[in-house]
């Protein structure tokens, strides 16, 4: 028999593989997307920013940040728009950075935004300073400003699935802001309270996340992705209905906290989408109480939403 002719050796090998843990080959949740721009600062090696780009990407792709099994086509599609404003010194950057992350649309080829939230960066960093995930200790301000992030992409789009399905990651997540605003040495202000609510900040973002005040925006989330849009190819009438009512969820998150950071990005992130949305085929009263809804709520993008009413 062959099996009699397998060497010792080989059998021997064979078996300690089979014992050995299967290992998740689609476990990561993101699948990001990272671009560093210069163009107000002067940088000659243009190799560091490649190495920047490329380790960022693996930090946040090569990880599985929760328990949660992701297949490949599962992971979460994010970009991150890093753009370096100023060196004050060797090693250390300032910059504005622009998170985004989108969410598939169910039966459909459509990818939806989930986030879109810009804040400014403080963060050291020198080639072969490792890049590590500690959620319990501070490694360096750049580690935590991404494992920050890493978090609240996965929280938010935990959200979309499930009514106030990100609160754990969320928590997570503060575990990250407390370690690196009581030990971070690159003076980054973006991890505290610095009394004013409606700047863009990691502590404002996650706070208004956090916020008592502000959770029906979160289950507005819900009502708005999954008995909304996921279901908008097959009932259209009724989604645009769930949609209207996660829109007034997010109405009174706003009367509760007016001026608050997480409703600016939301509508920054939705205001095309919901335009479009209820500009065709929307019944006329639906697109009247739709219309007056945003223009109090969201009187930044009024113009956007007039086109709902010009198309009858």
Known sequence: MLLNRTPFWLGLLLVVLLALPARRAAGQELLAEVTITTENVTITDRQLLTQMKNEITQFLNNRQWTNDVYKAEERIRCRIFIGINAIPQNGQYLATARILSTRPVYGTAYETNLMNYAESWKFTYLPGQPLDFSENSYVNNLSSILSFYALTIIGMDQDSFAPLGGSRTFDRARNIMLNAGAQNQDGDEGWKDNGKRDQRSRYWLLSGLQDPQLEALRTAVYAYYRQGLDVFIQKPDDARTSILTALQGVQQAAQR????????????????EIANLYRSSASPDQKQAVVALLQEVDPTNSAKYQVILQNR
Do not use: V, Y
């Open 257 to 272: 906290r007016p001026g608050s950071t997480l409703i600016r990005s939301f509508f920054e992130t939705k205001a095309d």
